[in-house]
Nanobody, 122 residues
Framework: QVQLVESGGGLVQAGGSLRLSCAVS????????MGWFRQAPGKEREFVAA????????DYADSVKGRFTISRDYAKNMVYVQMSSLKPEDTAVYYC???????????????WGQGTQVTVSS
């Protein structure tokens, strides 16, 4: 089992920044990839970014590329996503998740956190 706890969400004005954190605990040796997803009201959960847990390779959705940066602190078992130049369309619940594959596919992620709300006002 892997436990994930997100934090750092909140209300921010358009153009602002937020950093989300995800604390990873449990069987961390089984973690290969960490991903961030988001789900807006009435929409499906969508891929945001992913990072290879040990090697640090990254992947981003086109909608956030150049504005979001995913990173991890291997020693602290933490994963972050720094979000800049936020837009109202970034409003969603953000989730971190783990996978054994470097993938954007939601159904290939095994463990999920409870989510943290990000609201961007215009």
């Amino acid at each position: 089992q892997v436990q994930l706890v997100e934090s750092g969400g909140g209300l921010v004005q358009a153009g602002g920044s937020l950093r989300l954190s995800c604390a990873v605990s449990g069987r961390t040796f089984s973690v290969y990839v960490m991903g961030w997803f988001r789900q807006a009201p009435g929409k499906e959960r969508e891929f945001v970014a992913a990072i290879n847990w040990s090697g640090g390779g990254t992947d981003y959705a086109d909608s956030v590329k150049g504005r979001f940066t995913i990173s991890r602190d291997y020693a602290k078992n933490m994963v972050y996503v720094q979000m800049s130049s936020l837009k109202p369309e970034d409003t969603a619940v953000y989730y971190c998740a783990t996978s054994k594959r470097f993938t954007r596919r939601r159904n290939e992620y095994d463990y999920w956190g409870q989510g943290t709300q990000v609201t961007v006002s215009s």
